[in-house]
């Protein structure tokens, strides 16, 4: 009775999402995120180096809208190149390919950026269900779901030892009105936040605000009763 109360108010969709995300493709890339990263540099000495951007930018739109091609979500970032590839059997699919695009992000002033930058795929997920009527899932609930998401995934990979200093989550809510370069703004300020906590780690001013979502904001918006319930009856 549990079970089926909590597959109707549909509690478990981005749980699972988060553990699958994790477990099936994270916790394979991350830990090879430094690695691909120092390669890249090593062999273009020219480019500006920071170490602290050397790890993977997940972006988490709380409206689930992915673009496949990020030069067309925002005009200010640029494909560069794919970092070294990672082939491993896995599941049955012999050398299987995983690997990681770098992007050349211009801010305001003309300055670029470099960074591995990506969307975090199971939010098409959500957004494929909110679209078909057999999943009866509203844009409200789509909503929840991945605040629920980016939670749950904070959560888990903050626990994770091996994933340690190795991504940055990026969520955001896309303003009402569309702005041009609104992506590569968000983007931007956190690879400032990172440049930052290396040059200067002592006695630093705080940051300036962005629209980018933590999770003490998500908190905020979502209630205890939101979040996956064990199954138990003793009352705890």
Known sequence: EMSEMSERSKQNVAHGLAWSFYVGYLKIVLPRVKKSMEEFSRANPNLPACR????????????????????????NIQYVTELTETTLARAGIKKRVYKHSLYAITDEENQLWHCAVEYATPLQTLYAMSQDECAAFSR?????????????????????????????????????????????????????????????????????????????????????????????????
């Open 52 to 75: 602290k951007t050397w790890k993977l930018h997940i972006l988490v739109p709380l409206n689930c809208d992915i673009y496949d091609d990020l030069e067309k979500a925002d005009s």
């Open 140 to 236: 409200e609930e789509r909503l929840e779901q991945a605040k629920l998401f980016y939670r749950t995934l904070e959560e888990i990979l903050r626990g994770s030892k091996e994933c340690a200093d190795t991504y940055r989550l990026i969520a955001y809510e896309e303003p009402e009105e569309a702005e041009t370069h609104f992506l590569s703004r968000e983007i931007v300020w956190h690879l400032r936040q990172e440049h930052h906590e290396e040059i200067s780690v002592l006695e630093q001013s705080p940051p300036s605000p962005s629209t980018a979502l933590d999770s003490a904001e998500l908190n905020l918006q979502i209630s205890v009763s939101d979040l996956p319930q064990p199954l138990r009856t003793d009352g705890f």
